[in-house]
């Protein structure tokens, strides 16, 4: 039986392009967290631990009607974490695998911490199929757009997972 490894070294080698598949777990060496199962995600977030509210309750467009200040100091806390974080090398040797093919290289990721781009990796190569965020939509639409959340700077008190200024860059 062929060692894993040499076999996908053998199909790097005869491949004509590179499509990177990412999730959570591509993360995890830049030291970000998975938020896999209750337990990981409570590990992250305390405060909403104690309020028995799981990921998919505060990622979530109705947590914004119910919870606003919850739910900001959640996504701010988690937008000024990414923003800190830098990726780890592996991001810069599949950029430099990618770009020595024939027909480069191109990412789809359900990962919305713009990691990729941060690693140099250009914004038209990398979809986004969760979104990203580094930008801000309004939970009605009424602009039909996204725009860049670089104006938020985020205040998150971190024991109640509560953001303490106005949210900013709103339109
Ligand atoms: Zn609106």
Not at 54 to 81: C, K, M, V
Not at 113 to 119: I, N, T, V
Not at 133 to 143: D, P, R, Y
Request: glycine share 10%; charged share 20%.
């Amino acid at each position: 039986m062929t060692d894993p490894y040499d076999r996908a070294r053998d199909w790097l080698e005869s491949a004509d392009g590179l499509l990177i598949t990412a999730g959570a777990g591509m993360g995890i060496d830049s030291g970000l967290p998975d938020f896999r199962g209750p337990g990981g995600f409570w590990a992250v977030y305390p405060a909403l631990a104690k309020a028995r509210m799981d990921f998919t309750r505060i990622a979530n467009p109705s947590a914004f009607a119910s919870d606003p200040e919850l739910a900001w100091g959640f996504y701010g806390h988690r937008l000024q974490l990414y923003r800190d974080t830098l990726p780890h090398a592996g991001f810069a040797r599949l950029l430099a695998l990618g770009q020595q093919l024939p027909h480069g290289l191109r990412v789809f990721t359900s990962n919305v911490d713009g990691q990729f781009q941060k690693a140099d990796f250009s914004t038209a190569s990398v979809c986004e199929v969760h979104g990203s965020i580094h930008h801000l939509q309004c939970t009605e639409n009424c602009k039909g757009r996204i725009w860049p959340a670089d104006g938020f700077l985020p205040r998150v008190d971190t024991s109640s997972c509560r953001l303490l200024n106005e949210p900013k860059n709103l339109s």
